[in-house]
């Protein structure tokens, strides 16, 4: 173990932030640069980064406002995107595991990485372990949307394929914790996902997950809206939108493609002619915003939910902004103390709805 400072958190106060360098599309230099964007907006910050000992000194010494808030972890191997998650968890050598072990072991508030989201995930049920009475950890991520906070909250991502009606309970749990912690939401409004919004529509295990959310939204500080459709995910009718991990990435995956598109289309749109390229320069300040409205780098982390930890998954392809991003993240719930009130809103949830004495987490 080395680093440019003694320890990461040299009686500042700091919040502490393990941060997985390597896996990402973009490798090292950008995750350096996402700290390096962290730092100067936040004083409040600190970080162990994990990757290889002297490429990482290198990149870190470039950048002054790193200086005394960076620890560096020798780890000398990577999980990369081709590996299968069974096979990383043999290894104790990677950055991955190192970074999640910083959390585990009460050094750092939260780890963010860029890495394979299967291997992720194992690794953090491994070593952090869920929390008790989680049967499946949940991928939450932030859907733009028209609600006035700007985005909703849908979950699960990706985790796990299926969900039956007490997953989906649990999902609905951990999501308005989330809500709540994250966005300060005071009461999340709650939607189950489905293909349409009559009660008797769906698959069974949907229908007596509807039940079950219903019957606890009182105790568990929630309003349920029911079910909810797919073009409710952009939508001010849900904050907090609740379905199994297939349907979820599937969802993820097809508005991210569709956003995409719609980007490049406007593009040759405003490239068509010369008068379409004056009407792209004359709303360009427009045009600006909406970019930085729409922009996944800024709303980029999936936050893995039912873990004792806050891990962050950043997307594989992120940018200095991307890292950033998900660094905010994960430094706003670990100073939230997100972790313990979800354990504790999950643990209340076993007695739910005889025990209304806990409704706050």
């Known amino acids: 173990m080395t680093g440019l400072t003694q320890t990461a958190n ?9 941060v997985d360098a390597m896996g990402g599309d973009r490798g090292p230099a950008a995750v350096v640069a996402g700290i390096s964007h962290s730092a100067k907006k936040n004083p409040d910050i600190a970080f162990i980064l994990h990757g290889p000992k002297d490429e990482l000194k290198q990149l870190v010494a470039r950048k002054r ?3 005394g808030r960076v620890e560096i972890r020798d780890a000398v191997d990577v999980v990369s995107m081709e590996d299968k998650p069974r096979d990383v968890i043999r290894s104790k050598t990677t950055s991955m595991w190192s970074a999640l072990e910083s959390v585990r072991s009460g050094e750092a508030d939260g780890v963010v990485s860029c890495g394979n989201t299967g291997a992720l995930m194992m690794l953090s049920v491994v070593r952090l372990r869920k929390i008790l009475g989680v049967d499946r950890p949940a991928i939450a991520v932030l859907w733009p949307s028209r609600a006035p906070q700007g985005f909703n909250i849908m979950l699960d991502a990706g985790a796990d394929i299926s969900a039956d009606e007490h997953d989906l309970l649990q999902y609905a749990l951990m999501g308005a914790s989330y809500a709540r912690n994250g966005m300060d939401l ?10 349409g919004t009559e009660e008797h529509k769906g698959r069974t295990e949907l229908k007596l997950a509807h039940d079950l959310i219903a019957q606890n939204a009182h105790v568990a500080n929630y309003d349920f809206v029911g079910f909810v459709e797919g073009n409710d995910l952009p939508a001010d009718k849900a904050d907090v939108i609740v379905t199994d991990g297939f349907t979820g990435n599937v969802a993820l995956k097809t508005g991210e ?9 406007l593009k040759e749109a405003f490239k068509f002619s010369p008068l379409s390229r004056l009407a792209a320069l004359l709303a360009y300040t427009s045009l600006n915003r909406l970019n930085k409205r729409i922009d996944p780098r800024r709303v980029n982390g999936g936050v893995f939910l039912g873990l004792n930890g806050t891990v962050v998954k950043s997307h594989g392809s992120s940018d200095a902004t991307g890292v950033s991003s998900a660094i905010k993240l994960a ?3 670990a100073q939230s103390g997100f972790s ?3 354990a504790a809103r999950v643990a209340s949830a076993v007695s739910l709805p005889q025990d209304a004495d806990s409704t706050n987490e």
Do not use: Y
């Open 65 to 67: 406002i790193l200086d």
């Open 331 to 333: 430094f706003k719930l």
């Open 340 to 342: 313990e009130k979800l």
């Open 257 to 265: 493609g569709t956003a995409g598109l719609i980007g490049s289309l």
């Open 10 to 18: 040299p009686g500042s106060g700091r919040t502490v932030i393990s």
């Open 186 to 195: 005071e009461r999340p409004r709650v939607g189950l996902l489905n293909v």
